[in-house]
């Protein structure tokens, strides 16, 4: 008999890369969704089966974070042996605007899991996973920053993971189960979200390099992240949770970059080449060449005399409006007692991570660039 895993979140980036690799290892997978007007399962559509077939492995449950009775219902119906709480109103900036609802889902939600455990005699049987985060060190108290670093958190969103994070080490230490906290450094992949900066940007870069897009509107452009591949990071999770004893973990690749210098590397992936003035808001990103061939075998040539049309132009500007009260200006991690006890070890680079997703990008862009001259041949012929 294969095991059963839980995954709350199982439509967000981490949760379909993570339900894919468990399905994969035998895993019965079970999914909280939340009701949405719209399906919202793009990312494990390819993994749905219909419910009237027997012997599934990913059966999908309407619940949401805020409902205590729904998640006790849910946990007690599936019993299962793994649950991976990764459901969480994620964005830092959204954090802002939504801070009750930001604690009540990332703070609340955790206790609401770990407490339906408790409450129906699961303790023995269910593993459980937290989704923490490097965020919680925020005005960072240390260079790297590791499990023993101090936490100093900087907006609502992490507040509340840091509410859950010692909810977790509590329950842990309190009624023995094995719950464990992955701080994971930010991590992308071509499911990663629109709205944060990486996709943000390999969406835009695509787009304007298809001549579909003119600009791209920036916050702080002098952050810096520690960027890995979500790919890597959920394979992290599974690890924590097959160990001989309940413990936390930071997930990192140890290499921090700014997002200005994101930007250019992904620029350079398709063979363009940016240079950036001033500073603050009133900082701006032009294209000061373009490698022919390499823009050519990974855009077209069609695209090229467009683009070159735009060489000197200011391309990225600051919009005031995507800075944050409260930043976080630097992450990088040390991941050692991870790739020692977990032997865990990432795959991809910085440089993969960007390829992997501007090769995404360009290739979905590319649908909307032919629709958009199909529609204007359209509308030619009529006229
Ligand atoms: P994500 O793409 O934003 O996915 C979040 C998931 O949570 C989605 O499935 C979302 O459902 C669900 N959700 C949100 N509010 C909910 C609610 N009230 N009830 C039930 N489900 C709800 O996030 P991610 O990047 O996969 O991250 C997964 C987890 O890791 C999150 O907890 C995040 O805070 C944490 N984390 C992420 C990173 C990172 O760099 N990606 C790093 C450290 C920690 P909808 O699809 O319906 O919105
Ligand atoms: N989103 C966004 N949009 N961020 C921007 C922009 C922009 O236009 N311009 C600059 N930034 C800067 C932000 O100010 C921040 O310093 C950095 O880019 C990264 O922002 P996000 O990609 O939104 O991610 P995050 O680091 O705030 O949070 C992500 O990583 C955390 C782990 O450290 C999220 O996935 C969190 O859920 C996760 O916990």
Redesign the pocket.
Known sequence: MGKTALITGITGQDGAYLAEYLIKKGYTVHGIKRRASLFNTDRIDHLYQDPQLDNRNLILHYGDMTDSLNITNIIGDVKPDEIYNLA?Q????VSFDTPEYTANVDGLGTLRILEAVRLLGLTEKSRIYQAS???LYGLVQEIPQKETTPFYPRSP?AVA?MYAYWITVNYREAYNMFACNGI???HESPLRGE????R?VTRALSRIALGIQNDI?????S?K?DWGHAKDYIKAMYLILQQDAPDDYVIATGVTTT?RDFITMAFKEIGVTVAFKGDGANETGEIVSIDEAVFGTKIGETYLAPLKKRLGEKIIKVDPK???PT??EL?IGDATKARTKLSWEPQYTLETLIKDMMQSDVKEMKKEAYLKEGGYRILNYFE
Not at 195 to 198: E, G, R
């Open positions: 969480a994620s964005h830092v900036k985060t490097s965020e969103y993971k994971l450094f930010n709205t944060f900066v990486t943000k509107y920036m916050g702080n452009l952050s992240r997002i995507y800075f944050r930043e976080v992450l």
